[in-house]
DNA sequence: CATCGTTGTTCCAACGATGTAAAGACCGAG
DNA sequence: CTCGGTCTTTACATCGTTGGAACAACGATG
């Protein structure tokens, strides 16, 4: 692999004009520029990384801290946050926490200044006392405590009232909701979204309709299902607090032969891809993934440059796409 | 952030003293090693990546270059991955090449000794002459051309073949396949192993039973499904070359109110975590992904020791997941 | 007590890049 | 022809780390 030695010898002027060129200073005169050019076409080189940013005390990466890449709604982010974080000359170092606070710990621990030159963090389980980042970070979502981070998503209150209201445009009374869970902010949010969405419409607020969920995969939601529909009295509609949970539960009320839309209505959260294919489709809450990626790397790189501690909490739109889980054709 | 001469300094010794202690080298006195150990915690010590790395010309990281994180299987993949290479302390870089020619060349051409240490590569479209690494590399999956590089992967056509006679002990026999691409190894092998399957069942083949997609999304396998249904004469069974072309096919299915597995059986490939919870649940080919993960990472520890060339081709298991799209409960 | 081998420590150079300061080249003005 | 200023290039130090050689201390050996 070439350095900027060997091109400096074969163009034969010092290491420091190489650098000049490679980097756009200007005063470099023009048949210098030139010589140094034909120099590095004919090297193939390739500027040292590592070295680079040990000189500039920076690193190029970014970490993405995340549950899991087997959850669709983080592999679609990661993947958005890759392209954004590609146009500003990042690399984004993943790291997966599987949800739990071990994990997490263990993820922020690695993240020192050395590895990465900042942080987007999906966290779930962290306590108050874990947030002493030696980067600069911005969370997505939402969390239980707070905590002093930007954050960039959705307003999760308005989304989730929005989805309700749906389900109450629809004429549906008794609905249940899936996903409770005091250890996730985003989770107390919607429980709340929900609740406002029913005392709006004047209908009375069922605890025993609010099933909680520990993780947030197809499974919880299939249990929690199972649970609702073995009530006396079952709920007409339900709004799971995520695409997973949703699939879930529509997957047990195929196996209990309950119809949806007809019998039960269902709202997802999140908007995966898979959800359009579902049979029947799914109804869902859309966030716009691309704009949380770029925002999030966007207010990475005001905060990378200067220190100040200015705490933004920036909304991202999301939108309500109607599918068959709740509409018939 | 502490570096090792803040460490000597308060532990009063040399620099390289303490980075014996820091590489657990042998022959340094109890005492000494106490202090430099007490003023390494006391510090918070990391030391920093870019600068060991420089120094030991290695970066500690590789390159996962795939087509897209938004597809279930890579991204199931991709997590496997990162947990398989992190025993072994490297960190995994994510590039996304989105299927296309330019895109993976791109990636490619990013990827040198400085970044990565080496790299495993999930091509589509790449050419035999764009295989110029600089870096040691494995190949995930087979690819249409012949490439020089060493691989790891299911034995396609095997596992094409077992789909395929599962469908036929099922009495199915205008078995349909989705997926045919001659830009794609993989589909050529899957292909191979339909019909040596029907062969052996001394079934016909049939070309106009077999539908090409450009890619393997779901609106392929939806749209493939719909020219399908459209023949005079439908397949009353269909091998989908992935699991999202299944999952298309069944949605089409769905729309048409064609009866699965009834009327018509679906068998699947990749077993995407999603396919355990479709209604009905898609049979499919279940590659051991984590078995893929592991071997990769493995075979590149070897290749980046020694510049020994000898091509490997590393066979994983596989298993047929039964589920409902073939079988009734 | 000179010599030796073992153990423990330090000094120096190097990885590849860039910032700084100083030196060199060049020009026009006085 | 000198001076002062603008360009242009270079030498050197530096980022944080580690390998290698050199050196120092030590008890054991002859």
Known sequence: MATL???????????KTVSN??????????????????ALEATGYRPNLGARNLRRGRT????????????????????LVIAAAQEHEWNVLIEQTFGTLSGERLALASLGPHLVDAAILSPEALQVE?????????????????????????????????AVR?????????????????????????LEGYRAALAEAGLPFDSSLVVPALNYHRADGAAAMKALLDMRNPPDAVFCFNDLLAVGAMRTAAERFVRVPRDLAIVGFDNNDE???????????????????????????????????????????????????????
Chains 1, 2 share one sequence.
Do not use: C, W
């Not at 023009?30 to 050019?37: C, I, K, W």
């Not at 980042?133 to 002093?148: F, I, K, Q, R, T």
């Open 130 to 162: 874990d947030f002493q980042l030696s980067v600069p970070a911005v969370m997505l979502g939402e969390h239980a405590v707070d905590v002093p981070l930007s954050r960039v998503g959705i307003d999760n209150v308005a989304a989730a009232t929005f």
């Open 166 to 190: 749906h389900l109450i445009s629809l004429g549906r009374r008794r609905i249940a909701a899936i996903g409770a869970n005091p250890q996730r902010g985003t989770a107390a949010l919607r």
């Open 275 to 329: 959800s359009a294919y579902s049979s029947p489709s799914l109804t869902s809450i859309a966030p716009d993934k691309a704009a949380i990626a770029r925002a999030a790397v966007d207010l990475l790189r005001e905060r990378a440059g200067s220190p100040d501690i200015e705490l933004d909490d920036v909304q991202t739109p999301f939108s309500l796409q109607v599918r068959e889980s709740t509409v018939t054709r």
């Open 5 to 15: 030695k060997d091109v400096a010898r074969l163009a034969g002027v010092s290491v």
């Open 21 to 38: 060129v490679v980097n756009g200073y200007s005063f470099v005169k023009p048949d210098n520029r030139a010589r140094v050019e034909a």
């Open 60 to 79: 190029g990466f970014i970490a993405l801290v995340l549950p899991e890449l087997s959850i669709p709604y983080f592999a679609e982010l990661a993947g």
